[in-house]
């Protein structure tokens, strides 16, 4: 194990959160959460829900409507009920979290990784401050290389910006990489139940040559390994032309593993979504939102 895991991970800490708390921490920020029969759903868009711990695992019986006004429900099947799904979801999983170290990477990866530590810091940011004047920077940057998802307005992202900080519960946290107190990328992380999800990491162009990405990781694999209670690590799913993420990901140990799910939609609905919008309606049985 390498002399430097402890430093990694010195201070800070992901410890996930029960089921009431993470759904509470989404509604405070800006999340449409309806409880219905101890159930946590989520308004995806107008009408459609789905758990907000998203793989939290159900019954078929569970898989029910929570609110009067709606067209479709999606839920996660639990094992004993796997057979009778209709659909899936794919992940990228890394399922390696309780022996992890660094010896499951190539020895590029590890050169990657020690790069990066001998390079920039990584370290919980808390301070609000941090993410309001230097993180749109950042998120500008990226997304303007990597062009998968619309620059967010300077308001917008300053709603939003902080969400993830630490609010003391240590089940979300934001980890960045400085380089003489400049931020230079940041990986926003939280944790429920048994799972942790590696949610949107921003990297700046000037932050490339130091293989920031692999040190962001790596130091969230560790975070998750001292967790007792982590014992799945998700980063979302694959999106059509995203070959060069999945190329990394994959270099980094995760898997795409399908999950299981159930979608109920009104007949009404599905048969126009069939008819109309048929990427639509195949995008509700086969991918993330």
């Excluded at 990694?8 to 410890?15: F, H, P, R, S």
């Excluded at 619309?150 to 934001?174: F, M, Q, R, W």
């Amino acid at each position: 194990m390498e002399s430097f895991d402890s430093e990694v991970i010195e201070n800070i800490k992901l410890e996930p959160a029960d089921l009431d708390s993470f759904a509470c921490w989404k509604k405070e920020n800006g999340h449409d959460i309806v409880n219905n029969e101890g159930i946590y759903w989520e308004k995806i868009f107008q009408g459609f829900y789905q758990p907000a711990h998203i793989v939290q695992k159900l019954s078929l019986e569970q898989i029910n409507y929570p609110q009067f006004l709606h067209w479709g429900v999606r839920g996660v099947l639990q094992d004993s009920e796997s057979s009778l799904a209709n659909g899936l979801i794919p992940f990228y999983a890394f399922e390696q979290i309780d022996n992890f170290d660094i010896t499951v990477f190539s020895h590029q990866r590890r050169s990657n990784i020690r790069k990066c530590f001998r390079n920039v810091e990584i370290r919980e940011v808390k301070d609000e401050k941090v993410m309001l004047e230097q993180g749109y920077n950042v998120i500008t940057s990226s997304l303007q290389r990597t062009n998968h998802l619309g620059i967010p307005s300077k308001e917008n992202y300053i709603k939003h910006c902080t969400a993830y900080l630490n609010s003391g519960d240590n089940s979300h946290i934001v980890l960045g990489a400085f380089l003489e107190n400049r931020l230079l990328a940041y990986l926003d992380i939280c944790a429920v139940e048994e799972t942790a999800y590696l949610m949107n990491m921003y990297i700046h162009s000037d932050a490339l040559r130091f293989s920031v990405s692999p040190g962001l990781f790596y130091s969230a694999f560790l975070l998750c390994r001292e967790s007792e209670k982590i014992t799945q690590v998700l980063a979302g799913g694959p999106t059509p032309d995203d070959n060069g993420l999945e190329i990394f990901k994959k270099r980094m140990g995760f898997n795409i593993v399908d999950v299981p799910t159930f979608c109920k939609m009104n007949k009404m609905v599905a048969l126009l979504l069939r008819m109309k919008c048929p990427e639509s309606y195949h995008k509700l049985l086969t991918t993330h939102h």
